[in-house]
């Protein structure tokens, strides 16, 4: 049988962790897309580093596989698999 120190003890962090959890539940908040904006190329894209910057958009740096197509700056010489680039957005989503 369980000392009563115990079950005071399991009762209190029940009662504490059931607090946290439904009251955050009623106070969460409902998010907003701001935009939607696809990058990259139909093949295959790794989006691998995402920082905001100072005018409230984002400098983006990823991996695409050049022989896919799409909007790379240059086509692919000798044996390359995935091209790398950085692209910067302003805070609507545009290059």
Known sequence: MPSPL???VW???ILAYSYLFFNSLTHAQTLTREWDRPLGNAGENTLNRMRPT?????????QTD????GDVSE???GVIEY??????LDAQGKK
């Open 11 to 13: 009762g209190t962090l």
């Open 54 to 62: 100072t005018d409230g958009g984002y400098i983006l740096g990823a």
């Open 66 to 69: 050049p022989e896919s197509g």
């Open 83 to 88: 091209w790398d680039w950085v692209v910067e």
């Open 75 to 77: 086509k692919a010489y």
């Open 6 to 8: 115990r079950l005071l």
